[in-house]
């Protein structure tokens, strides 16, 4: 069975309570990765073909998929470098807040999360060193192929006014607004010694009790605002995390790589605190 046809049984909400983001990656754990289908608390298993009977189902359902995504990720990420051969880098450096190093040489230098990139047709160089993850080549060379968007407006909103948004929500908020509120609980002066070192500036904020705000050039024209609110013991109140976004940024990023942006940020922001530890 293939994922899209394991898909029908599943309610196709992307709830998350089988502990994954969407019913499509449920799916695809499922019927490539061995994941136990009981994992879902929607599918009734007897519909299911005998394929999906075994008592040992769910070893190895997370290696199985990861290894088909990163083959999935690697193809596209070779796609993507033949076709920056053709982009003009010297018409779109300026629209993309890099700077271009000239004919002879013909590469792209910008900031990426407090790190020097240099970005060619040849491949990516992040902090002097060869890109290896397969999703921040992707996420470059997509800001690359957006030619800046238009220009930022001004105004924030946060993901779920975006369109086409709706199965990202949860994304965001599990692995990117949650994991920095949770990791900096009660570390509000650690949180801002980080958010410096990947290129954020204090912002003033005028939510209710938060607690700090900082704007984030995740890349040149891609800001993000991060607004923290610190647990609050005596009212029984949790760290809260809110990411919002220019209302013009999916002209500047598809979503996807939107999201992907937001969780590095996050990770990033991690790996920081965890110095001597590099990210």
């Not at 004919?103 to 970005?119: A, H, K, P, Q």
Request: one cysteine or more; hydrophobic letters at 40%; proline letters at 5%.
């Amino acid at each position: 069975m293939q994922p899209l046809e394991f898909l029908k049984f599943t309610p196709k909400t992307n709830c998350g309570e089988c502990g994954y983001a969407a019913c499509l990656a449920f799916a695809a754990a499922v019927t490539k990765g061995g994941e136990n289908p009981g994992k879902c608390p929607y599918v009734d298993v007897s519909r299911l073909g005998g394929e999906f009977a075994m008592a040992d189902r769910g070893n190895g359902a997370l290696s199985g998929v990861t290894g088909l995504l990163d083959e999935k990720d690697m193809a596209l990420v070779a796609h993507l470098k033949s076709k920056i051969r053709e982009v003009n880098f010297s018409v779109i450096a300026p629209k993309l807040g890099c700077a271009w190093s000239g004919l002879e040489t013909n590469i792209l230098s910008f900031r990426y999360l407090g790190r020097d990139v240099i970005l060619s047709g040849e491949g990516i160089f992040i902090g002097g060193k060869e890109a290896e993850e397969p999703r921040d080549q992707i996420l470059l060379y997509n800001y690359i192929f957006y030619g800046g968007g238009t220009a930022s407006s001004g105004a924030w909103v946060g993901m779920e006014s975006l369109p086409n948004s709706i199965s990202k929500v949860r994304t965001l908020r599990v692995y990117c607004e949650e994991r920095i509120a949770n990791y900096f609980c009660g570390k509000v002066a650690l949180l801002r010694e980080c958010a410096g070192k990947i290129d954020a500036v204090p912002r003033d904020h005028q939510e209710p009790g938060c607690s700090a705000a900082f704007q984030v050039a995740v890349l040149p024209r891609l800001p993000m605002l991060l607004l923290f609110w610190d647990e609050d013991r005596e009212d029984g109140f949790p760290p809260r995390v809110k990411i919002l976004y220019d209302q013009n940024v999916l002209d500047v990023l598809d979503i996807e790589s939107l999201v992907f942006a937001s969780e590095r940020m996050a990770e990033c922001l991690e790996a920081v605190a965890k110095q001597p530890c590099h990210f």
